[in-house]
């Protein structure tokens, strides 16, 4: 069993920055590839990145590819996600998941978070 707690969220202008953070507790956490995903209002959730169980890989989907970078440290259980030049539309509650290996599909996934809300005024 792994809990997921994300933090970080919060209002942020267009071209600012902002970083999340998802705090793991339980076992295994370091054997999980992490991933984030964002839902914003009467949208579908979707993929925004996942890092591999080590870190050595990382993918990102195009919408924020540049932009966004996932990271972890498994020594203090946590992933993050550093969003640059923010947009409007990355407006979301952004999610941290953890899964078996690295997939952009979201029920793949086995644990998630609560969410945290991102809002990027224009």
């Known amino acids: 069993q792994v809990q997921l707690v994300e933090s970080g969220g919060g209002l942020v202008q267009a071209g600012g920055s902002l970083s999340l953070s998802c705090a793991a507790s339980?076992?295994?956490?370091?054997?999980?590839?992490m991933g984030w995903f964002r839902q914003a209002p009467g949208k579908e959730r979707e993929f925004v990145a996942v890092?591999?169980?080590?870190?050595?890989?990382?993918y990102y989907s195009d919408s924020v590819k540049g932009r966004f970078t996932i990271s972890r440290d498994n020594a203090k259980n946590t992933v993050y996600l550093r969003m640059n030049s923010l947009k409007p539309e990355d407006t979301a509650v952004y999610y941290c998941?953890?899964?078996?290996?690295?997939?952009?599909?979201?029920?793949?996934?086995?644990?998630w978070g609560q969410g945290t809300q991102v809002t990027v005024s224009s």
């Open positions: 998941a953890a899964a078996g290996r690295e997939t952009g599909w979201s029920s793949e996934y086995d644990y």
């Open positions: 339980g076992r295994m956490f370091s054997s999980y590839s």
């Open positions: 890092i591999s169980w080590s870190g050595a890989r990382t």
